[in-house]
């Protein structure tokens, strides 16, 4: 049996309906583990238990300007407010979990966002002569309305502005409702539901683009490992 | 086993080379599939998670994937990554590749639509003149259709509409919901015919190759697999010519392999194969591996919003999903394009998106709530037509992680499918008026090229070997023991989604094959 194998049979042990437990006359011996060590990776034995960075600890800013930042952090205020039992993007830590997306975006992303902000705080120190971040929620809405449009996936507006302003609306949006926040938070009518979908963690990942000696790297599976279900073959 | 000549080698475990696998090993032939991928496996890969246990909250890992749209950060690791295999292209002509190297390939995910190409495709330039027509007619396809339906289990109506060929179908015969009995109504005196929609029910809810064509071809005893196998080239028979095998990288180890087969055929998918073929110096006496790219028009489309069924009123509105087939250029003729378009017609029960509201906060809530599953999705699917110029070739300064040169695409769209994409959307708006439903938003601009994961052609198949690279048994004019099998041997792209027919058409090269082969004429 393969190592994995043997975890996962361990795992799946532990898991199983009592019904089936019960039905065992006696402790059967414990199988023959691959490592003597494995069989203390039982199903009692307890997992440590681990916190989402994101709730405990502190990030820096690494992309907006201090000041970029602030009138993010208002806009996503404006724009996202808590309704309902449902927390803001503020709440949500969207603020900061952008400056982390959009700082390892690509080259266009990132613009559109820097000359945004920066558009929008020269529009509100033009118009009301004071930051964005100081402004009322009726003032910001003001700059902001003209621009809003409707639009279908993947197409964004193109029209200055209006690009930058649908297009931080969707993100704070997304990043807010996929937020734990909001997932935490009851569930009333038709509000977004975070997402949640099967992940697909990365399968024998390569690791060449990492690494340029990546030759020298001892590959982890040499070749495929049996599968743990049986290919299903049908009647015809 | 080392130097072990196996009987045929099948590069790609799609839906093609599945098929072609399948027939094969049936016929007792003996047939070696590489995969550039590995295997994967739902119980060990896999496992359902909310969006903010994922790395970028559900959003797509940034850099690795740009060009995949369909793609987010759950999905993210089955596509393959574009810093590992990159492609290249202008600026200004953008292509959307969209790829999976996991065994069974695109065939674990694509959408399931199953549409037979007519003889309105087979036939096209005999009705408008333009592209050429393709060796074979629906008549010689139909029977290896009924086949593929038939393992596919797709799900129909025979709705006896000319350009949509009836099949072999489990019958669908659920009534239509009310939006599309009110969507029907408008549509039909304008002659725009609506039909159910064709999906392949597969099993298990899969239909894939790996469910429904490989255990077949494994049950024989006469298919071996290997994982992991990125095929560099193919080799040639130095007396003969004939290719004879291929050589290969494993993608973990980076250990350069090879194998040897007395055919090979290809099933990488469309622009894979054609890699591997300009890659390889084989098969392009006519000069045209690479030429007349194509794909379909995706992106251009109407939401709207069926107001009766809005503040909860869903269940006997909404929930059923139609397809309008190409009704342009069929019994009339418009001067503004050639070929025509279909709609992909969704009634659907999901939440509309915010981005249909130009509101926020508060108010745009209240909008949510209010058109919950009112939505109303009417998108296109358009013909792209085939040109010379539209084509890829091999990049010669760029290479991927194992050190094989890369593609260089260069296609863009003409007037043709931006004005039928304007079409498309101004006759969607006409029938969303006509039945009452308020129009929310609407986009006539196409996605990049590529988009729709339905590229063909660059191997065009014909009787004539100067004007294409392979014949009507999908095998190349210049080595008759090399047969490509997947979407790249497409003469014309149709608006259907191409996955039945690159089934019949390797079912059918397969079966060709065999014979020739138990005759000892390959």
Redesign the interface.
């Given at each position: 049996m393969r190592r994995r194998d043997f975890v996962r049979a361990i795992l799946a042990a532990g898991a199983a309906p009592k019904i089936l437990l019960s039905q065992q006359a006696a402790a059967p011996p414990p199988p023959p583990a691959p490592v003597p060590w494995l069989l203390g990776l039982n199903s009692k034995t307890p997992m440590p238990h681990v916190e989402a960075a994101e709730q405990v600890a502190a990030a820096e800013l690494r992309f907006f300007s201090p000041q970029q930042m602030a009138t993010l952090t208002r806009l996503s205020e404006v724009l996202m407010p808590p309704v309902g039992e449902k927390p803001g993007a503020v709440q949500a830590q969207t603020p900061m979990f952008l400056d982390f997306l959009i700082g390892n975006s690509p080259e266009e992303r990132r613009r559109v966002y820097s000359k945004g902000l920066d558009w929008l705080n020269t529009e509100s120190t033009k118009k009301f002569n004071a930051d964005f971040a100081k402004l009322t929620d009726a003032q910001a809405g003001e700059l902001l309305k003209p621009w809003l449009r409707t639009w279908l996936n993947d197409h964004p507006p193109t029209e200055e502005h209006a690009d930058f302003v649908n297009i931080a609306h969707d993100d704070i949006r997304t990043a807010t409702v996929n937020s734990r926040e909001w997932f935490a938070a009851p569930q009333v009518g038709a509000e977004p539901r975070t997402e949640e979908e099967l992940y697909w963690s990365p399968i024998q990942p390569d690791l060449s683009p990492l690494s340029s000696s990546s030759a020298s790297v001892p590959p982890h599976v040499q070749a495929v490992p049996p599968s743990g279900h049986p290919m299903p073959s049908y009647k015809r | 086993m080392l130097n072990e000549t196996y009987d045929v080698l099948i590069i790609g475990s799609g839906h093609s080379g599945g098929m072609a696998a399948k027939i094969l090993t049936e016929y007792g032939i003996r047939c070696i599939i590489l995969n550039a991928?590995?295997?994967?496996?739902?119980?060990?890969?896999?496992?359902?998670?909310?969006?903010?246990?994922?790395p970028?909250?559900?959003?797509r890992p940034?850099?690795q994937i740009?060009h995949v749209?369909q793609s987010?950060?759950?999905?993210?690791?089955?596509w393959v990554?574009e810093?590992?295999v990159p492609y290249t292209f202008e600026p200004d002509r953008p292509f959307n590749w969209v790829r999976v190297r996991?065994f069974g390939g695109r065939s674990l995910f694509w959408s399931r639509q199953s549409f037979r190409l007519s003889d309105y495709e087979f036939k096209a330039k005999s009705h408008d003149g333009f592209g050429e027509d393709w060796p074979i007619s629906h008549a010689d396809l139909a029977p290896y259709y009924s086949r593929v339906e038939?393992?596919l289990r797709v799900m129909g109506a025979q709705d006896g509409v000319p350009q949509l060929p009836n099949g072999n179908f489990i019958p669908d015969d659920a009534p239509w919901t009310l939006a599309l009995q009110k969507f029907i109504a408008v549509a039909k005196p304008r002659g725009i015919p609506v039909c159910k929609q064709r999906r392949a029910q597969g099993?298990?809810g899969l239909a894939s190759s790996?469910?429904?064509l490989?255990?077949?071809a494994?049950?024989t005893g006469k298919l071996t697999s290997i994982?992991?196998a990125v095929v560099r080239e193919l080799t040639v028979d130095k007396n003969t010519g004939l290719p004879n095998g291929c050589n290969f990288v494993d993608?973990?180890?980076?250990r350069e392999m090879s194998v040897k087969a007395r055919v090979v055929v290809l099933a990488a998918g469309t622009l894979e194969s054609t890699r591997i073929l300009l890659n390889s110096n084989l098969a392009n006496s006519s000069g045209l591996v690479g030429r007349y790219l194509m794909d379909q028009v995706y992106?251009p489309?109407v939401?709207a919003s069926v107001p009766e069924a809005r503040k909860g009123n869903i269940n006997a509105w909404m929930g059923s999903a139609a397809i309008v087939p190409r009704f342009r250029n069929i019994t009339s003729k418009t001067d503004k394009f050639l070929r025509g378009y279909a709609i992909n017609t969704t009634a659907s029960v999901d939440?509309v998106?915010?981005?249909?509201?130009?509101?926020?906060?508060?108010e745009l809530?209240r909008k949510?709530?209010e058109y919950?599953g009112s939505g109303f999705y009417m998108t296109i699917m358009g013909e792209v037509l085939g040109r010379y110029e539209n084509h890829v070739r091999i990049d010669k300064d760029r290479k991927d992680?194992?050190g094989i040169p890369v593609l260089h695409v260069d296609t863009k769209y003409t007037d043709n499918e931006f004005n039928m994409a304007k079409d498309a959307v101004e006759t969607a708006c006409e029938l969303a008026d006509a039945a009452g439903f308020e129009v929310?938003?609407?986009?006539d601009?196409p996605?990049p090229p590529g988009y729709s994961i339905h590229e063909v052609g660059t191997c065009r198949m014909g009787d004539d070997p100067k004007k294409s690279v392979l014949n009507k048994f999908s095998q190349s004019h210049d080595h008759k023991n090399l047969f490509v099998v997947d979407g790249a041997q497409f003469a014309s792209a149709g608006w259907q989604n191409p996955t039945t027919t690159i089934l019949a058409l390797s079912m059918r090269a397969s079966e060709y094959l065999a014979g020739e082969m138990l005759r000892q004429n390959i």
């Open positions: - | 991928g590995p295997v994967a496996d739902v119980t060990r890969h896999a496992e359902r998670k909310p969006a903010y246990e994922l970028y909250r559900g959003f940034p850099g740009e749209f987010n950060g759950f999905n993210a690791n089955v990554d810093r590992e996991l038939g393992i099993r298990d790996v469910n429904l490989l255990p077949d494994e049950s994982a992991n993608r973990l180890t980076h992106g489309g939401l939440p998106p915010a981005r249909n509201f130009a509101t926020y906060g508060a809530q949510l709530d919950n992680a194992w929310l938003s609407k986009n601009k996605n």
